[in-house]
């Protein structure tokens, strides 16, 4: 069984106060700290997991600069069998969609059965390069996996749909899935982990050897344009209600029915 995983190298803003860049359309990341983006984790654990179950190889492709290979390490230490690095200057500034369409140049001539990627991105948050990769490769796909399972030539997806209700979906192989957190549990990776495929030779592909010209991907071919990036206003503070139980909750009802909520 051949596994694809698309992974991401992003931002972690959990613990960070988020600061904008000089230029308003771009985070101050002087004191950013990068990992693999969230989701993705899910993904690369889901593809070891389905490897370890059924045989085969698992591969890990990103689109990014040079620092980017911290996450494919970070796949190869999690089980990944081998990693593909999609680097160029001209992909700088891709969006979505010139970025599927990098990842479908880079996979479209590889034998592959199942594509895994996560549902978002950390940065971004969009969701769509994983539903714009398959359209590309004309293969069927289903978002926001929660549980994931292959037998035989079909693979059983349990996943969100509108409305806070599942559904379970059977495609046939080939196919893409978008996995959400919680799809299992991603295994620890240590240091010793990380040292052990330090030296394992990853390869980087740019924009000629895809056949990719530069008007395709990067800023030239970007529908999405970030005009400015700002914080929101801060509100007001809050207001406190005092008294025995019973008299904050009547108080609270009726500052509720004064602003219309019911």
Known sequence: MEIIVCIRRVPDLSETEIEIGRDGVSLADDDLDYDVNEWD???????????????????AMT???EESEDVLRRALAMGADEAVHLMDDAFDGSDALGT???????????????ILTGAISGDEARGHVGPMLAAML???????????????????????????LERITRMAL??????QTGLNEPRYVSIRGIRKVSGMEIPVLGAGDLDLEGSQVGVASS????EEI?????????????????????????????????
């Open 41 to 59: 984790n899910f993904a690369i654990e889901a593809a070891v997991r389905l490897k370890e179950e059924h045989g085969g190889r698992v591969t």
């Open 174 to 179: 080939p196919a893409l899935v978008t996995v």
């Open 100 to 114: 599927a369409t990098i990842l479908h140049r880079a996979i479209a001539d590889r034998p592959y059965d199942l």
């Open 63 to 65: 689109v990014g600069d």
């Open 138 to 164: 004309d293969i069927p796909m289903v978002a926001l996996a929660t549980e994931l399972s292959v037998e035989g030539g079909t693979v059983t997806v349990q996943h969100e749909v509108e409305g806070g």
């Open 223 to 226: 529908a999405v344009t970030v």
């Open 230 to 262: 700002f914080l929101p206003p801060r509100g007001g503070g809050a207001e406190m209600l005092e008294g025995s139980e019973e008299t904050v909750v009547q108080k609270l009802v009726e500052r509720l029915q004064q602003e219309g909520a019911f």
